[in-house]
């Protein structure tokens, strides 16, 4: 897995690509902070949801720091001990916490598929379970408001909240629509083209093995994902090879601050990665 920043650099070399004037560092308070969120008491016996927790407090943390302006409790990572752990932070910090649906993106770019087949989708895929939007200012908050009584959210917004890359985003919503392309495909196949039996399949959840090679190309394709080392989002094609280097930049900032805050931290995202 590439890293940001050589190992042998200095904590201040990781420091340098923060710009502190834009950030509030303030080492006690993260430190604090970290040792509450090492203190709810989660459920370990899950190895998956271990391994996501240090990146999951890293996140508080940028958060908190300000380089990231929201961070997103409950999507991904629905730990019920956890989400009631940061609420109460967040409650006892002082920071705006705004309760909603989970955003979808506001253009699904679904246009080469039949519109029936999208709406039946966007209705079988709409989650109403409620997530949580941590913020610190009032100004994020009401954006973020509008966007949960929007239900909607752009690329430019959900790079700009998360502290993304945008590239990385529009590549990520990119593979979200062949998802539903390779799902079109399989319900196709298996119904033979009838649109009846096609949404039965659909709505009953039925599961498809994948045959055909067009079949086999869309998953290899969807599922050719690189994590961006201490974030929580997964690089687009030209991040992963180099062409950009968008996401190696906000990876280096974000290993920073867990760097300042607590070397160990850093020592827990490195391992649950490997
Ligand atoms: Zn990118």
Not at 151 to 179: D, F, M, N, W
Not at 243 to 262: G, H, P, Y
Request: hydrophobic share 40%; glycine share 4%.
């Amino acid at each position: 897995m590439p890293t940001p920043l050589s190992r042998s650099c200095s904590v201040s070399d990781y420091v340098s690509v923060l710009d502190e004037k834009e950030l509030s560092l303030d080492k006690i308070r993260l430190r604090n902070t970290l040792r509450k969120l090492r203190q709810i008491p989660i459920d370990r016996k899950d190895r998956a949801d271990s391994a996501m927790l240090p990146q999951e407090m890293l996140d508080v943390l940028a958060m908190l720091a300000g380089l990231k302006p929201v961070y997103l409790l409950g999507r991904g990572f629905d730990d019920r001990a956890w989400i009631e752990g940061v609420l109460a932070i967040a409650k006892f910090q002082g920071l705006h916490i705004v309760a909603g649906p989970k955003w979808m993106p506001a253009s699904r770019g679904l246009d080469f598929l039949p519109e029936w087949f999208r709406t039946l989708v966007a209705e079988t895929q709409t989650d109403k379970a409620s997530v949580y939007y941590i913020c610190r200012t009032r100004t994020i908050s009401e954006e973020l408001k509008a966007i949960v009584s929007d239900g909607q959210i752009t690329i430019e917004q959900e790079a700009r909240l998360l502290c993304y890359p945008e590239c990385c985003v529009s590549e990520h919503y990119q593979r979200g629509q062949l998802v539903d392309a390779l799902l079109y495909k399989l319900v196709s196949r298996a119904a033979k083209n009838d649109e009846a039996k096609m949404r039965e399949l659909i709505l009953n959840d039925v599961s498809i093995g994948i045959e055909t090679e067009e079949e086999r190309s869309l998953y290899a394709q969807m599922t050719n994902m690189h994590a961006a080392p201490f974030t929580s989002f997964h690089m687009c094609s030209d991040c992963s090879s180099g062409k950009s280097n968008a996401a190696n930049l906000i990876s280096a900032k974000f290993e920073a601050i867990a760097r300042t805050v607590d070397g160990t931290l850093v020592d827990q995202i490195t391992l649950a990665s490997l």
